[in-house]
């Protein structure tokens, strides 16, 4: 919690940008003085008249031209399909070149206009804060080649990489297919740019190194995670358009599943227990966890089982589907050896999402406030912290219930594939105006496209490659970024989640301490 604040104070003033709305600031001084005028009120009121007329007069002027105008209507709201033309790829290996690549910004006056991008957009700017006043150059972004698997060069909409060395299972391959999706639903809209991606769990962009007057500037690095004391580029994980290896359908495909599961009980008919279910072999504070199981001698409320992903796969994954382990009124979230893709999935559950103290974050995770969307539950004290929330969660159902609600709306309404590939589209947008120099293609780089991933697929993967493809250009822009935070609404929002978690943690230490008086 102290580490968030200390993150804060590095963080360097910004410009906060506002806007007032247009149609408000024309008005708002003919209504104040309305009040007191009456002469002024019949000014208004006849302007409003003409202006009513006038407008009623155009729109029959323009039925008298009504076929061509409906012709150009009806067109632009016609969706464009890119097809998969394997047949077309696979003699000369080469992506077509026909791809749309281009964007007319006159499509955008007959488009309909999406809303403000959730909340947790804001958090683009703190990432790229970094450089947000020295730009980013060539050697920076060389720099960050370290422990990159792969550079990414955008150029006039077509994606080119040099694979420097292969990922763990397929999450180069399913980044990579997200960000030719990216292209394929906004052609022409993702600027040139050149970036270096890591695919390890781990941040590795330490601020301590590029901090002090001769420190030099960062490498922008983009990754899946980061912490308080890295500055690694956060960006959308691969399981999104599905993961292979675990038998994870796409992100679109399994919400709706969810949705679904969440429908087959009722929040106060569930198990009155936490859940947890997944690998501990991977990290020492999951293996702490199995500590806080039921047995003969304690029960902490908790009903926690070992994944064994080997066993799974060769059974077919029967115990392993998301939308049928929805049967918990409380679902735990903790760590594995970074942060974990599962965070999703149980957010969507309705159940409240109990969070073992995270060490790291996502690009969505940072929107997430306690008691609105989960539970905080200590890391160091995890068995009595369980107990405690789920006896206050039984003690208090209302609430409890909502707080899992409350979850599942983030997820199915802010976190809906289109704000995934907004939030992509937006990063890389907000990353390209940094950029001090021309990316261009380099030598040893293979363009990539739809065909050149699909057509050569197999099995599974291909299977969650044509599931997850976008079918052509969006008929809607990307949703509006909202405002950069400014220093003191930063302060505020990390002040308000620590107070908030200390509040539950005072709760609990009355608990046990009434607990320990009972004889």
């Keep these: 919690m102290r580490e968030n604040m200390q993150r804060f104070q590095r963080h360097l003033t910004t410009v906060w940008g506002q806007w007032s709305?247009?149609?408000?600031?024309?008005?708002?001084?003919?209504?104040?003085?309305?009040?007191?005028?009456?002469?002024?009120?019949?000014?208004?009121?006849?302007?409003?008249?003409v202006g009513a007329f006038v407008s009623t007069r155009l729109l029959n002027t323009a039925n008298l031209a009504?076929?061509?105008?409906?012709?150009?209507?009806?067109?632009?709201?016609?969706?464009?399909?890119?097809?998969?033309?394997?047949?077309?790829?696979?003699?000369?290996?080469?992506?077509?070149?026909?791809?749309?690549?281009?964007?007319?910004?006159?499509?955008?006056?007959?488009?309909?206009?999406?809303?403000?991008?959730?909340?947790?957009?804001?958090?683009?700017?703190?990432?790229?804060?970094?450089?947000?006043?020295?730009?980013?150059?060539?050697?920076?972004?060389?720099?960050a080649k370290r422990t990159a698997n792969f550079r990414l060069v955008i150029v006039n909409g077509k994606a080119y990489v040099e694979t420097f060395q292969k990922a763990f299972q397929t999450r180069d391959v399913f980044t990579l297919w997200g960000i030719l999706q990216l292209l394929r639903k906004y052609p022409g809209r993702v600027p040139d740019l050149e970036l270096m991606f890591d695919c390890v769990d781990w941040p590795v962009v330490l601020s301590k190194a590029y901090s002090g007057p001769d420190a030099t500037t960062?490498?922008?690095?983009?990754?899946?995670?980061?912490?308080?004391?890295?500055?690694?580029?956060?960006?959308?994980?691969?399981?999104?358009?599905?993961?292979?290896?675990?038998?994870?359908?796409?992100?679109?495909?399994?919400?709706?599943?969810?949705?679904?599961?969440?429908?087959?009980?009722?929040?106060?008919?569930?198990?009155?227990?936490?859940?947890?279910?997944?690998?501990?072999?991977?990290?020492?504070?999951?293996?702490?966890?199995?500590?806080?199981?039921?047995?003969?001698?304690q029960d902490w409320n908790a009903r926690l089982y070992a994944q064994d992903w080997l066993k799974e796969s060769k059974e077919g994954y029967k115990q392993s589907d998301l939308a049928n382990q929805c049967i918990h009124r409380y679902k735990i979230y903790i760590e594995g050896s970074a942060w974990s893709v599962s965070e999703?999935?149980?957010?969507?559950?309705?159940?409240?999402?109990?969070?073992?103290?995270?060490?790291?974050?996502?690009?969505?995770t940072r929107g997430l406030v306690p008691m609105q969307h989960y539970w905080p539950i200590k890391d160091d004290d995890k068995c009595r912290s369980i107990k405690f929330a789920v006896d206050w969660g039984n003690s208090h159902k209302k609430k409890a219930k909502s707080i899992g609600k409350a979850a599942s709306r983030f997820i199915q309404d802010d976190l809906k594939m289109e704000y995934v590939y907004d939030y992509m589209f937006h990063l890389l947008n907000e990353y390209a105006k940094l950029l001090k120099f021309k990316p261009s293609i380099p030598e040893k780089a293979v363009e990539f496209c739809s065909e050149s991933m699909a057509c050569t697929a197999e099995g599974i993967g291909k299977k969650f490659m044509m599931e997850s493809m976008v079918k052509g250009p969006a008929d809607s822009s990307p949703c509006t970024m909202p405002p950069s935070y400014n220093p003191s609404s930063l302060y505020s929002l990390i002040q308000k989640k620590t107070s908030l978690i200390e509040q539950v943690e005072m709760w609990q230490n009355k608990y046990w301490e009434n607990q320990n008086k009972q004889p």
Aim: aromatic letters at 16%; charged letters at 25%; hydrophobic letters at 35%.
């Design 218 to 297: 960062p490498p922008p690095l983009f990754r899946y995670c980061g912490d308080d004391s890295t500055l690694d580029i956060v960006f959308p994980d691969w399981s999104f358009w599905g993961w292979p290896e675990t038998n994870i359908k796409p992100w679109e495909a399994l919400l709706k599943e969810l949705e679904e599961g969440n429908k087959k009980s009722k929040w106060v008919e569930r198990e009155a227990y936490a859940y947890w279910k997944g690998n501990p072999v991977v990290a020492a504070t999951r293996q702490d966890l199995l500590k806080c199981n039921v047995s003969d001698k």
């Design 21 to 49: 709305n247009f149609t408000d600031t024309i008005w708002r001084p003919f209504l104040k003085s309305s009040a007191k005028s009456p002469a002024v009120l019949f000014v208004f009121l006849f302007f409003l008249f």
């Design 344 to 364: 999703k999935y149980i957010l969507a559950c309705d159940s409240v999402t109990l969070i073992v103290k995270p060490h790291y974050y996502d690009f969505f």
């Design 66 to 143: 009504g076929p061509t105008i409906a012709k150009i209507s009806e067109k632009s709201r016609q969706r464009i399909g890119i097809p998969l033309n394997c047949s077309a790829y696979s003699p000369t290996r080469t992506c077509p070149a026909n791809y749309p690549t281009t964007y007319n910004k006159q499509d955008d006056l007959d488009r309909p206009l999406l809303p403000t991008c959730p909340d947790y957009f804001r958090w683009i700017y703190e990432d790229l804060r970094p450089w947000a006043y020295t730009g980013i150059s060539r050697d920076m972004v060389e720099r």
